[in-house]
């Protein structure tokens, strides 16, 4: 099974910038079609963004659309999550996930067997 480290979180102002990554180890990412969720304190996690396995494939929840880019490197078994103008609605802990199998529409945290413990992004002036 893969395992997953997140890193790149931390405290930003509203309207700034932060990237996300997600480290594999274990077995090669590109086996795997990865995605980002989010959860903030006793709140249910949710589905940000999702990537296939060679990249040409991306999902986006509709409250980060415009402002999350997700992108892979393959090579460097890491996946990004590109956050901009970021808003305290943001602040989370933001988990990378990863599956071996694909789903049409949008994920659910069912459809992803391996996490990592999650990184933390605070949204605040």
């Known amino acids: 099974q893969v395992q997953l480290v997140e890193s790149g979180g931390g405290l930003v102002q509203p309207g700034g910038s932060l990237r996300l990554s997600c480290a594999a180890s274990?077995?090669?990412?590109?086996?795997?079609?990865v995605g980002w969720f989010r959860q903030a304190p006793e709140k249910e996690r949710l589905f940000v963004a999702s990537?296939?396995?060679?990249?040409?494939?991306?999902l986006y929840a509709d409250p980060i659309k415009g402002r999350f880019t997700i992108s892979r490197d393959n090579a460097a078994n890491i996946v990004y999550l590109q956050m901009t103008n970021q808003k305290p609605e943001d602040t989370a802990g933001y988990y990378c996930a990863a599956s071996e199998s694909g789903r049409k529409g949008e994920p659910g945290v069912t459809d992803f067997n391996s996490w990592g413990r999650g990184t933390q992004v605070t949204v605040s002036s």
């Open positions: 990537i296939t396995w060679s990249g040409t494939g991306t």
């Open positions: 274990g077995r090669p990412l590109s086996n795997y079609v």
